[in-house]
């Protein structure tokens, strides 16, 4: 892999050098960063990363490799990827490839040697912001160029970008299998949340996220998850259409990160874009029903307006964690329905497993639904 002088140039005009790899041409994405210490193959392959420059600040990436069970997508959505340095010797194995040879395996482009701390105070301070990575043969006046012409994150619709295709369907262990079916609606799902329904011995139905009620409510699911995904919230066509009419039919509905948005879009809240998002493994949220703190792992950019400490214009719905950081909503439930649904990720991939007692809930509001149509 032949680096060659490279920058990042933000919308703003700040400039960020360092040694670039990658295509020829220039790349714009919105700049974000995340602060997990590990996990860098999960965060290249996160569909919630679409159309994101990724700064990592862990100082160093690369150091144990890329192992093929960590893939969470069907290919890397990271619109590029700034690191300060980049291991091509791997520390414990093993592993499948080392992490320059997977970067130019997809091509992404990648700043190396940049100064990561000083680029995450910058959008600390001055928020999230378009920007473009290049090498120094195209001129900044170029990239500005390239820069202006890439759309704002605000009124993006990405999720219908990532989701899947066509429908697909993957089975449990025969000696687990319960014969129940979790229908997953792919605002950008990684691997890991399928995994875990799995392990409970749920066949799993993965469908795109334009799939119409009709066919949805045909499936006769057990219980709808609504996963995590990228872009504005807002902007998500018949997302509220869906999600009411799969709450109508009485079906238990759970949503992560992009999936809560869209169930407080369904029952009349709003979300608002955060200045610089939260994307981590570290997040302090405390759950009230149990009065307990969670480390969380979160990546969003958006968050659910609320007044008073109540989700503002939100029918039925009770604010049930909170983030301690910033004060803002991180989960919710439905007084009168089975809905719920929480900002962050509690599949954890990376992060910490504080929360990972979300998909258990989800299992036994699933059976206790069965249950109750049984009686």
């Known amino acids: 892999m032949q680096a060659r002088p490279g920058y990042l140039l933000l919308e703003d005009g700040r400039r960020f050098d360092?040694?670039?790899?990658?295509?020829?041409?220039?790349?714009?994405?919105?700049?974000?960063?995340?602060?997990?210490?590990?996990?860098?193959?999960?965060?290249?392959?996160?569909?919630?990363?679409?159309?994101?420059?990724?700064?990592?600040?862990?100082?160093?990436?690369?150091?144990?490799?890329?192992?093929?069970?960590?893939?969470?997508?069907?290919?890397?959505?990271?619109?590029?990827?700034?690191?300060?340095?980049?291991?091509?010797?791997?520390?414990?194995?093993?592993?499948?490839?080392?992490?320059?040879?997977?970067?130019?395996?997809?091509?992404?482009?990648?700043?190396?040697?940049a100064d990561t701390r000083a680029l995450t105070r910058h959008i600390r301070?001055?928020?999230?912001?378009?920007?473009?990575?290049?090498?120094?043969?195209?001129?900044?006046?170029?990239?500005?160029?390239?820069?202006?012409?890439?759309?704002?994150?605000?009124?993006?619709?990405?999720?219908?970008?990532?989701?899947t295709p066509e429908p697909y369907e993957l089975a449990p262990p025969a000696e687990t299998a319960v014969h129940g079916l979790v229908l997953c609606l792919d605002y950008g799902v990684k691997t890991r949340s399928l995994d875990l329904f799995l392990r409970e011995g749920y066949r799993v139905r993965v469908?795109?996220?334009?799939t119409e009620p009709a066919d949805l409510l045909s499936a006769r699911p057990d219980g709808v998850f609504l996963s995590n995904g990228p872009g504005d919230p807002e902007a998500v066509p018949g997302a509220v259409e869906r999600i009411r009419a799969l709450s109508d039919a009485g079906i238990p509905l759970f949503g992560i990160c992009l999936?809560?948005?869209?169930?407080?879009?369904?029952?009349?809240?709003?979300?608002?874009?955060?200045?610089?998002?939260?994307?981590?493994?570290n997040h302090p949220v405390l759950n009230y029903g149990t009065g307990a703190v969670e480390i969380t792992s979160?990546?969003?950019?958006?968050?659910?307006?609320?007044?008073?400490?109540?989700?503002?214009?939100?029918?039925?719905?009770?604010?049930?964690?909170?983030?301690?950081?910033?004060g803002t909503v991180e989960g919710l439930v439905?007084?009168?329905?089975?809905?719920?649904?929480?900002?962050?990720?509690?599949?954890?991939?990376?992060?910490?497993?504080?929360?990972?007692?979300?998909f258990n809930r989800f299992v036994e509001t699933m059976r206790e639904t069965a249950t109750s149509a049984t009686r």
């Not at 469908?207 to 334009?210: G, K, W």
């Open 125 to 163: 301070d001055a928020g999230a912001m378009r920007a473009v990575l290049a090498h120094e043969g195209i001129p900044t006046r170029q990239a500005a160029e390239r820069l202006a012409a890439e759309p704002e994150m605000s009124g993006r619709d990405l999720a219908t970008a990532v989701s």
């Open 207 to 210: 469908v795109p996220c334009d």
């Open 18 to 113: 360092g040694r670039y790899v990658g295509p020829e041409a220039e790349t714009a994405g919105e700049a974000v960063f995340t602060t997990v210490m590990t996990g860098y193959h999960e965060v290249l392959t996160d569909p919630s990363f679409a159309s994101q420059i990724v700064v990592m600040t862990a100082p160093m990436q690369g150091v144990y490799g890329i192992r093929d069970p960590d893939v969470q997508s069907r290919r890397p959505w990271v619109a590029g990827f700034v690191v300060r340095h980049l291991s091509s010797d791997i520390g414990s194995g093993p592993a499948d490839a080392t992490l320059p040879e997977y970067l130019a395996l997809h091509g992404i482009p990648t700043l190396i040697d």
């Open 334 to 358: 439905h007084r009168e329905r089975r809905v719920f649904a929480v900002q962050y990720h509690p599949e954890s991939a990376p992060g910490p497993h504080d929360s990972r007692y979300l």
């Open 259 to 281: 999936g809560h948005q869209l169930i407080a879009r369904a029952f009349g809240a709003r979300n608002y874009k955060l200045p610089y998002g939260h994307r981590g493994g």
């Open 298 to 326: 979160q990546n969003h950019g958006f968050a659910v307006e609320e007044e008073d400490g109540r989700i503002k214009d939100g029918d039925g719905l009770e604010v049930t964690h909170r983030n301690l950081n910033d």
